[in-house]
């Protein structure tokens, strides 16, 4: 009998099961340490002067008077440190600026001394002086062939894919696929708008922290808020000139991410600082200065225009998307492609094209954030099926479902779809949401407001990079799983612990998380692209297999029997199947093998995610991507309806119940993939309706908590209704797939058709602030 | 920093003797100078509630008290709430039903509901998304956090 047959057949019920977090007593008592709550003997504090113009050149900073600052034990500026580039895809940023500064809040010096109100005060005692440059602050001006040119070495950073010509563009992506230039005469319908995203702002609860502290080699240890120790290890390695070997990054508990704690945030120059003053330093954000210093969500324009016959089949699409990179290019290489590749939807479209870009501007720099572009290109694409289903006189759903991927169906580029769940979502969203009765009307709407219902499909991925665990089986045959792997949040380390725990019969508390440390984990990508469960988690499952395959060596051995007729018993215990005398606990197993008989017992899994087919160059136009997203993840589908009610008077729309669709291939954990949905949605209610960071001229004015509103209890719907869609993926741990981005991608759009179903009014620019609900209520009025 | 002056504080029930400047918050003094660092610092103008404490059994803002201004009050911070040994039930609530994922709000939210249920026992859904909604998350969409405290409503009474 195979392996995979008895897993079939028997998985073991903390498989699915909702336990609560391994480290819930830890966060609930106020235990659990994150990166700023760590003091190390003799630390120092350090703080960092933030550029005053989003564009200008550095005349000169004089920073006497700050080193001459009682208790400041070291100011560093851009010429102090080693000239080396850091950058994802194309090295383009100094942990300091040097000679020009590219946006408002860009760091240009630091300081370390020996608390913070004196580090503070030594930032304001250096001078600096700037010559203004005029600042880029529009996407469109920036591919302008006059605009100021914020890179002027740009073709001197390394890369690792084609720039293009434009100087201030970061890159340039083209799909094509079908005949879309004669596609248009097929149409019977056409609809073309143009949509308006915001910069959102990640908002993590924990601001951007590191303690740093060199040893007597010289070897750099960091503590630090950080989605991936390994990325921080490496960045932080390339900054100081040091090898990898000579950096050791520890995550700690980290206070959320969502994309905005991938790459480096703070750590090379806290290392520098460590270095400079041969002392451990801390460096912690206060709020203002994450919000102007660190990253953001892509704003960005685009253009898109969709045409069907008149019984709803979609024929055609185009699409030209145009993301706000800020200052420097981050992950912006990638994070336009995967805009382009979404923009098609999760639905048959024979005939497509669309170009991406990623421009450079004098705002801070754009990342990772939740869904990676896709919720960028999905609310332009799921607002216009709905304006496309209203000029064809068709349900919106229907629609979506008429051309829903099926199993036979390639994905966009010609990729393979591994499950087609697509329609299934719909039908399960269409059926829990009453949908048909909502949509003729159903509810009657408070005074002075209007009821409405909306939806949104979604496609994206779960995947992506290296992964590696190791489970060591103990003396006194418990397990320590160490993947590497960090735990942002969203829950992964129980998710890991019931994997180990389920591959070999043991209870959770049997089961040994060990924290995310260079020095001892194995090599771990980071936390994103929906990649923990799935990537990670593939690579938990076989290294305990590897630990459950040892252990049946063993016992065999004792037993004198065929492996395959062993089984795992509950707790810890290896048997003869049927035979229940027959039975040996962990305990023996790992004291014969330590002291008698084979040695350690550690079992071990690494492997890189790897697609099963590439982008198809022969059926389309391919230009202008890096590695993703041909080798992202498998893919995942989802369908979201959102019931609003709009306040005809004042535009103010709130969101009263929401009902999310999603395919998980299997949930470990119940409840903690309901919570992954539920604060996806709440998260992306803010992107629709109230966040946006502002510039003026450059300079952010909304940089507090007060002035940029994220939900509060009262402004999230209490009743969100995951349903969840569970068609085991063969590739996957327990057939399980992640979903912490693509809860996110569809409650823009699904919100913005609410609003238009209410009151008959299209917003196509987000957030959906009064203001703009009222003016588009107005517009429709007057075309009326 | 000049013009420190001694300052006495009940936390938890213990009596503490620190130095703090006048300008020096209650949420510095808790976390730099008295490592209670289960109270947290997430923006530091009073507007998401994660250093809530309570004063004389009231939430406030640790980041908006003066550590000066703290003297006369009994102040109860995250790590004051377990009794026994025993985690409060507001804390095994929280845990029990996952309203918590990166934690770094739910200190604050805990003692957030703790006040709530202390001055009105038996709260009703509304009641609870109105009183927390001053206590931001950003991961959980709220809803785990409200059955949590739901959970708990009427629990006195046995009403639950």
């Known amino acids: 009998m195979s392996t995979n047959m008895a897993e079939n057949q028997q998985i073991n019920p903390i498989i699915g099961a909702s336990v609560p977090r391994i480290e819930g007593p830890e966060k609930a008592t106020g235990r659990a340490v994150y990166t700023d709550d760590i003091t190390r003997p003799g630390m120092l504090h350090a703080a960092l002067l933030g550029s005053h113009y989003p564009h200008a050149r550095i005349l000169s900073i004089d920073t006497s008077r700050a080193k001459a600052l009682p208790g400041v034990k070291a100011v560093l500026t851009g010429a102090d440190l080693p000239l080396n580039y850091i950058g994802m895809f194309i090295k383009d940023q100094l942990p300091l600026a040097r000679d020009k500064v590219c946006y408002s809040g860009e760091p240009v010096a630091a300081v370390a001394a020996v608390d913070l109100a004196t580090a503070r005060q030594a930032l304001r005692l250096i001078e600096m002086e700037y010559e203004e440059l005029e600042p880029v602050t529009d996407v469109e001006e920036a591919l302008e062939p006059d605009a100021p040119v914020i890179h002027e070495k740009r073709d001197e950073y390394p890369t690792m894919y084609e720039l293009p010509e434009e100087p201030n563009a970061i890159c340039f992506t083209e799909f094509m696929e079908g005949d879309p230039n004669t596609a248009w005469d097929k149409c019977d319908a056409i609809v073309e708008d143009e949509y308006l995203v915001p910069a959102q702002y990640h908002m993590y609860m924990e601001p951007s922290s590191t303690v740093a502290e060199v040893d007597g080699s010289g070897k750099v240890t960091l503590w630090s808020s950080t989605q991936g120790v390994a990325r921080s290890q490496m960045y932080t390695a390339l900054a100081l000139g040091l090898p990898m070997s000579k950096v050791r990054v520890i995550a700690p508990r980290i206070g959320g991410g969502f994309g905005g704690k991938c790459e480096f945030t703070n750590q090379p120059i806290t290392a520098l600082l460590a270095q400079a003053t041969g002392r451990p330093v801390k460096l912690t954000f206060s709020r203002e200065d994450d919000m102007t210093m660190m990253k953001r969500r892509h704003g960005g324009k685009i253009y898109m225009k969709t045409g069907a016959k008149k019984d709803g089949t979609l024929v055609a699409r185009d699409c030209r998307i145009i993301l706000d990179g800020g200052a420097y290019a981050d992950e912006s290489p990638e994070v336009s492609p995967v805009a382009a590749f979404f923009s098609q939807g999760p639905y048959r479209i024979p005939n497509m094209r669309v170009e991406a870009w990623s421009v450079y501007t004098n705002l801070s720099r754009a990342s990772a954030f939740r869904g990676f572009g896709n919720p960028q290109a999905t609310f332009a694409s799921e607002s216009q099926l709905d304006d496309l289903a209203d000029q064809l006189g068709m349900d919106p759903l229907e629609l979506r479902l008429n051309n829903a991927l099926e199993q036979d169906d390639k994905f966009f580029c010609g990729k393979t779809i591994e499950k087609a769940t697509m329609r299934a979502c719909l039908e399960k969203v269409r059926d829990a949401s009453g949908w048909a009765a909502k949509r003729s009307g159903g509810r009657p709407a408070a005074p002075g407001k209007k009821r409405g219902i909306g939806m949104a499909g979604m496609s994206h991925i779960s995947g992506l990079a290296g992964a590696g665990a190791n489970v060591l089986l103990n003396e006194d045959g418990s397990v320590t799983l160490n993947c590497g792997a960090v735990d942002i949040g969203q829950g992964s380390d129980t998710i890991f612990t019931q994997i180990v725990a389920g591959a070999l019969a043991l209870d959770m508390d049997q089961v040994n998380f060990a924290a995310p440390d260079t020095d001892s984990s194995p090599y771990q990508f980071q936390t994103s692209a929906s990649r923990n469960t799935y990537t990670i988690g593939r690579a938990v499952k076989k290294a305990s297999d590897d630990v459950r395959d040892q252990i049946y060596r063993h016992a065999g051995e004792i037993l004198e029997c065929d492996t395959n007729d062993l089984e795992l018993r509950q707790g810890g215990v290896v048997g003869v199947k049927g035979v229940p005398d027959a039975a040996l606990p962990f305990i023996a197993i790992a004291g014969r093998a330590l002291w008698q008989e084979g040695g350690p017992i550690m079992g071990t899994h690494n492997w890189l995610y790897t697609p099963q087919d590439r982008m198809d160059p022969k059926r389309m136009l391919l230009r202008g991507f890096a590695l993703m997203p041909d080798g992202i993840g498998i893919f995942t589908f989802g369908a979201q309806v959102a019931e609003v009610e709009v306040d005809e008077v004042t535009g103010q729309v709130e969101v009263l119940e929401y009902w999310a669709a999603h395919d998980v291939g299997k949930a470990i954990n119940k409840t903690s993939v309901e919570g992954q949905i539920e604060g996806g949605i709440v998260q992306m209610l803010g992107y629709a309706l109230t966040e946006e960071m502002l510039w003026d001229n450059g300079r952010m004015i909304n940089p507090t908590m007060m002035d940029y509103k994220i939900p509060g209890m009262a402004d999230a719907p209490y009743k969100i209704h995951s349903l969840l869609i569970e068609e085991a993926e063969e590739s996957a741990p327990f057939g399980a797939k992640g979903v912490g981005e693509i809860c996110a991608v569809g409650p823009a759009p699904a919100i913005a058709n609410a609003i238009k179903n209410a009151v008959g009014a299209r917003v196509a620019q987000i957030p959906a602030t009064p203001e703009r609900v009222l003016t588009a209520m107005q517009s429709a009025d007057d075309a009326d | ?160």
Not at chain 2, 54 to 73: H, N, Y
């Open chain 2, 1 to 160: 920093m000049t013009d420190k002056q001694a300052v006495t504080l009940s936390i938890n029930g213990d009596p503490y003797e620190v130095l703090a400047a006048p300008r020096q918050t209650l949420l510095q003094v808790l976390r730099e100078q008295l490592s209670l660092t289960g109270t947290k610092c997430a923006c530091n103008n009073g507007v998401c509630g994660s250093c809530t404490v309570l004063a004389d059994g009231l939430p406030m803002r640790a980041c908006l008290m003066l550590a000066v201004a703290a003297t006369d009050r009994e102040i109860t911070t995250i790590e004051g709430l377990e009794a026994d040994g025993e985690l409060h039930p507001v804390q095994q609530a929280i845990i029990d039903h996952q309203g918590l994922q990166c934690g770094f709000c739910t200190p604050g939210m805990v003692i957030a509901a703790k006040a709530l249920l202390d001055s009105n026992p038996n709260p009703t859904l509304n009641e609870i998304r109105e009183e927390l909604s001053g206590n931001l998350c950003r991961c959980t969409g709220y809803v785990k956090i409200a059955d949590a405290v739901l959970s708990l409503a009427g629990a006195e009474r046995g009403q639950n």
